[in-house]
């Protein structure tokens, strides 16, 4: 009998085998690469066992998909298996089946017409291992189908020839077994996997809460039970209501907060903590967050999902909570029709595209569908990386990448000439202070002469609308960097003034002041992931040192929402919460990339570097804010500069920055600005 079996499944055994040689080759590879490990077992019997584990496991992990006609086989032998048990159940009950066809030709209707009904409904095409509630309704609708299809084949055969084929009772049977196969395999192999995949990776998985108990937080409970393979074990909610303990969701348990977060997550021995409440404030999430980085639990959140029932996009966007999750300060809302209005079917051009800043503004305004963007920029490499991006994308809009230098005044204006802008958004700039404190000639050339070529190139073709991207650093400035932006800003809002006064009015001049942008070029953050992965130290140049910051993409939003409502001449500003402790951002991001401060990762203070200061204003001290119809945007009222004086001024500043003389460049531009003061800086002398 055993000889018989194997001669039955060797080939069987052999062909799955060679169908999925690729995975047993890497079984066998990570047999040998693991060799010494089941050497060194307690004896050849653990040894054994060992080896038979981790090779199945290695096996079993690696296996691809069947193919389609092998599930498709194994159905049609659950038919068969099931004709079998019906034939014999009903043989015991005495009953003496219809004598019209011989069991072999019945057995083959039967089998015929559910194989057609599978391949109708396609129930072989889904992964195994995959199943779900759509293909458990495959599977009844094809053994209906093949059952009710069977009935009438028996009643017509009935009205025509007096005799029948079938007891109805047996078709009933038949239908209720073969459905009961099919569907309990698909369990078992489904379930079977869960398992194996569960018990290899148990070390991996973390013990979870999810924190909420709405809508939200049921799906995302949902979407983590049916991943594969799991990275989280569920163990219950988190409600923010005392009144909910002793009850369950879906078989996991609700507890209150009210003993505390992290207490409560110790008790439970969890070590993770998902945040699905979308209703929390900003406030309220941070307080949790510091909470749980205080006890080493890691955080997760969910970014905004489109589709709640597509439960593989609701587990893929569970990610670990980022810095830029923390800022203390509500989404700025956009106005989407008045963007939409300025920039649907306009020529755009934006200078500096191919920076942090000027990328992100060229995907924005991609999606209001302008009929050209010129991109400009300097930086080969980075504008070919942009404009590679930018072709995948699906757009009916117009690209020109043009490799140019907005200090050359010819340059820019042979493409002003030829494509004609209708708003012009000019993110081009040197932004780095300790770099233009050592080369104050290179940030006049740019920052302002570069500004001045396209205002007045601007003007000249008679752009609608010029946008100028500014820094808080061209408040009460402390550097050359924020004093060149400081003297581009006068430059822009006084021609601004000029053309109003002199009745032009086709060129509107508008400038947007913001503070730091998390994850820009050069910024603290990227720094610190670089230094925080390399197993620090963390440097920050001073224990007291606060920032204002905001995200690369509100930064932008701010940009295209001033661009829309500016009507020439305003600096605006944006309400970005409360300032940042440096210090304290680095703690934090220490704790999110789960090491301790100053244990694992030190933090180590190296001194301000010249031209920094401690606190960045966002308005001069003679300044007075004006609020607007989006109230996170304020418009700044700045003393306004005569434009003829100012002209004379930066075209004398022009001629010191081409002697190269540094002394010279910086007295001039405190004549210019005069609240700029030097800081830690050799040109503190030249301050009066």
Excluded at 241 to 258: D, V
Excluded at 286 to 313: G, M, Y
Excluded at 538 to 543: A, D, E, G, P, R
Aim: charged fraction near 20%; aromatic fraction near 10%; glycine fraction near 4%.
């Amino acid at each position: 009998m055993t000889s018989k079996v194997n001669q039955l499944l060797s080939p069987l055994i052999i062909y799955f085998i060679f169908a999925h040689r690729r995975n047993f080759v890497s079984a066998v590879q990570y047999m040998k690469a693991n060799s010494s490990q089941i050497k060194n077992s307690n004896n050849i019997h653990d040894s054994k066992n060992f080896s038979r584990s981790k090779f199945f496991e290695k096996y079993i992990l690696s296996l691809e998909y069947l193919p389609r006609w092998i599930i498709f086989c194994i159905d049609v032998l659950f038919v068969v298996l099931a004709n079998v048990i019906t034939y014999t159940v009903v043989k015991n009950l005495e009953v003496e089946f219809y004598d019209t066809l011989t069991i072999a030709v019945r057995f083959g209707i039967i089998l015929i017409v559910n194989m057609i009904f599978f391949l109708l409904f396609k129930t072989y095409s889904g992964i195994i291992r995959h199943s779900s509630f759509i293909d458990v309704i495959k599977l009844l609708l094809s053994t209906s189908c093949a059952l009710v299809t069977l009935v009438l084949f028996n009643y017509f055969t009935h009205l025509i020839t007096g005799k029948k084929i079938f007891f109805i009772s047996a078709l009933f049977i038949n239908f209720v077994i073969t459905f009961v196969l099919l569907f309990l395999f698909r369990i078992f192999v489904k379930k079977f996997f869960e398992l194996f995949t569960k018990q290899s990776g148990e070390a991996e998985v973390l013990r979870t809460m999810i924190y909420g108990t709405d809508a939200n937080a049921i799906f995302v409970a949902n979407a983590l039970k049916s991943e594969f393979p799991s990275r989280f074990k569920l163990l219950g909610f988190i409600s923010k209501s005392e009144n909910k303990s002793a009850r369950t969701i879906h078989g996991l348990a609700i507890f209150s907060q009210k003993r505390g977060i992290p207490i409560l997550m110790r008790s439970k021995n969890a070590n993770a903590l998902i945040i699905a409440d979308k209703s929390l404030s900003t406030a309220d999430k941070i307080t949790i967050v510091d909470r749980c980085l205080e006890f080493n639990i890691k955080v997760f959140t969910l970014p905004a999902i489109s589709d709640w029932e597509d439960a593989n996009e609701i587990s893929r966007k569970v990610k670990n909570i980022e810095i830029a999750d923390l800022l203390e300060r509500s989404p700025i809302v956009l106005d989407n029709m008045l963007i939409s209005r300025q920039v649907k079917s306009k020529t755009i051009l934006i200078s500096g595209a191919a920076g942090s800043i000027g990328s992100e503004i060229v995907w924005q305004i991609l999606s209001f569908k302008p009929d050209k963007i010129i991109l400009v920029d300097q930086a080969e490499t980075p504008l070919h990386h942009l404009s590679l991006e930018l072709n995948k994308a699906d757009s009916t809009v117009e690209l020109k990448s043009l490799i140019a230098d907005i200090r050359n005044f010819d340059t820019m204006e042979d493409i002003f000439q030829k494509h004609k802008p209708s708003i012009v958004y000019h993110a081009a700039a040197y932004k780095h202070v300790p770099l233009m404190e050592e080369n104050p000639a290179q940030a006049i050339f740019t920052n302002v002469k570069g500004t001045k070529n396209l205002a007045d190139l601007s003007v000249k073709y008679k752009v609608g609308r010029f946008v100028m991207i500014s820094t808080d650093k061209a408040v009460n400035p402390s550097n050359v960097m924020g004093a060149s932006k400081r003297i581009a800003e006068k430059y822009v809002q006084s021609l601004s003034f000029r053309d109003n006064m002199q009745g032009f009015h086709e060129t509107k001049f508008i400038t947007t002041r913001f503070g730091n942008v998390l994850g820009s070029n050069g910024s603290v953050v990227p720094l610190f992931t670089k230094q925080i992965e390399s197993g620090g130290p963390v440097t920050i140049t001073h224990q007291d040192i606060i920032r204002y910051f905001m995200t690369i993409p509100e930064a932008c939003q701010l940009v295209l929402e001033a661009g829309a409502m500016g009507n020439g001449g305003e600096i605006y500003i944006f309400d970005m919460g409360k300032p940042v402790k440096i210090i304290d951002l680095a703690r934090k991001m220490i704790k999110l990339a789960g090491f301790i401060p100053d244990k694992d990762i030190n933090i180590k203070i190296i001194g301000l570097r010249p031209g920094e200061k401690l606190y960045e204003e966002l308005l001069n001290d003679s300044s007075k804010t004006v609020p607007t119809h989006n109230e996170k945007i304020m418009i700044a009222q700045e003393n306004a500069t005569d434009f003829v004086a100012l002209h004379v001024a930066i075209n004398e500043l022009l001629e010191c920055a081409e002697q190269l003389n540094d002394d010279l460049i910086v007295a001039k531009m405190k004549e210019i600005v005069p609240e700029f003061k030097s800081m830690n800086s050799t040109f503190q002398i030249l301050d009066k």
